[in-house]
């Protein structure tokens, strides 16, 4: 079949006459699926001081040493301030050459609950400031190590924490066939609410999702509103401080925040503009966000409708992806990133269902920036939190959550051609995992011992 505008006749390195699952059964022989487990630390590999000074190139000095203290609390705090780093070792990895728009932090505490346009709550992949085109293993193998650290830190054995990281990459593999035999539609628009939990076979969190869903459903603008700002004796409301996370900003500065907001109005779909014209903004606070974010300049916006009901947007820097120097060395060089607030919001909608209505992006100061809903009925669930039963169940959903986000821009059939229907794969990835958590608290270790000596400023607890 030839190619028409918009439409490939098979994936690219496919043989005429292939199917996609043959082509990716026959990726076994270049990369067998046991070969998953190598993890090569060589000796050129940045030590965790190094790696964490050289992220910190761009952002607020007055921050980092938050940030380090809050990486600095654990080997998963850790692994969440350090997705550079893990991208340097996965680049040294086997990889099928097949790609996707992956996450690139795809930790487990990158998963949770948003809103959508009718109320209701949806369960997805909620971070994606790292978000690129690569290889698909690097998400399932972030995940992987980061229920093994999870789980330690929580208390649980060695057994199940290495259980978990399997029964995600299995759930990975088991929802990538399942994906691969439906029509198409379906499997774009599958299993992104409590569905899941049925497909996953995750069951023992039930309680815990309904807790964290009833907790999301009252994380909201008005809420936040509510907590973060007064009322002034000339009316409207303003942001009060509370620092060091939130801070009032010079008028100059809320100024260009604003005139920001202008040029994000165009980023728009055209339909969501009257909404956004029936409220007035009335305060710009500054506000420290993340483990890997923090450092980096992050605003909030107060609008208010006609009635006083409060819209927070956030309006968040968007910086380089810490993978993409890490990419070409393994055949993924990065195009040309017109505007990096648009490659999040592009990456976030790609691998979501249901995306924020209003995602957008702007610059500021000459920096990109990417603006959405702040607050909007936003859950998550804290692996560490898990008690040790569940935490094989919440593997499983947030397995079954990433193989159907990489679906939408990788072919299921050929990622489950190349998985099969054998554990290899995930037993090889489960060693990764558990000895990438093993690095990862060397890694922790090395970065506390630094603060201990004073060679690196941390501000902790905060």
């Known amino acids: 079949m030839p190619e028409v505008a918009g439409f490939a006749s098979r994936p690219s390195g496919r043989g005429v006459g292939d199917s996609p699952k043959v082509y990716g059964k026959g990726l076994r022989e270049a990369v067998p699926r046991g070969a998953h487990d190598l993890l090569t630390i060589d000796v050129g590999r940045p030590d965790a001081v190094a790696a964490m000074e050289e992220s910190n190139r761009g952002r607020l000095p007055e921050l980092t040493p938050i940030r380090a203290g809050r990486m600095a609390a654990s080997p998963f705090a850790f692994l969440r301030g350090a997705a550079g780093l893990m991208a340097y070792d996965l680049a040294r990895t086997p990889v099928t050459g097949v790609g996707a728009q992956i996450c ?3 930790h487990a505490g990158n998963f949770g609950l948003y809103g959508d346009a009718r109320g209701g709550l949806v369960i997805d992949l909620n971070d994606f400031d790292e978000t690129v085109r690569g290889p698909w293993e690097w998400d399932v193998k972030r995940l992987a190590a980061s229920l093994v650290l999870a789980g330690r830190e929580a208390g649980a054995g060695e057994d199940v924490c290495a259980g978990a990281a ?8 088991r929802t990538m066939r399942m994906l691969a035999k439906l029509p198409v539609l379906d499997a774009w628009h599958a299993i992104a609410d409590e569905r899941l939990v049925s497909h996953a076979d995750a069951k023992d969190v039930v309680g815990t999702l309904r807790k964290v869903s009833d907790k999301a459903r009252r994380n909201t603008s008005a809420r936040f509103a509510a907590k973060s700002t007064e009322a002034p004796p000339e009316g409207g409301r303003r942001f009060v401080d509370a620092l060091p996370v939130l801070r009032r900003v010079p ?7 604003v005139l920001a907001l202008g040029t994000y109005l165009e980023t728009l779909p055209e339909d969501r503009l009257p909404l956004l014209a029936r409220h007035a903004v009335h305060d710009v606070a500054f506000r420290v966000v993340g483990t890997g974010s923090v450092g980096t300049r992050s605003y909030v916006a107060l609008l208010l409708d006609h009635r006083g009901e409060p819209l927070v947007l956030q309006v968040k820097e968007a910086r380089r992806s810490a993978l993409a120097p890490h990419l070409a ?17 592009f990456g976030q909608k790609r691998m979501q269902v249901v995306s924020d209505t209003l995602l957008g992006w702007t610059t500021l100061d000459g920096r990109p920036f990417q603006v959405r809903q702040f607050r909007n009925r936003k859950g998550s669930v804290d692996p560490v939190a898990l008690a040790p039963g569940q935490l094989d169940d919440y593997g499983r959903m947030t397995g079954a959550l990433l193989a159907r986000a990489h679906a939408h821009s990788a072919d299921p059939r050929v990622i489950a051609g190349y998985c099969g229907k054998s554990e ?6 489960g060693r990764f995992a558990v000895a990438y958590a093993d690095r990862t608290e060397v890694d922790h270790a090395h970065l506390v011992e630094a603060v201990r000596l004073g060679k690196v400023a941390a501000e902790s607890g905060v």
Not at 424 to 429: I, K, L, Y
């Open 104 to 106: 690139g932090d795809a």
């Open 166 to 173: 399997r029964d995600a990459v299995g759930s990975y593999r």
């Open 251 to 257: 008028d100059e500065e809320a100024a260009a925040v």
């Open 329 to 345: 060395g393994v055949g993924f060089a990065p195009a040309p990133v017109e505007h990096e607030g648009r490659r999040v919001v």
């Open 424 to 429: 290899r794969f995930e037993e090889a990835v």
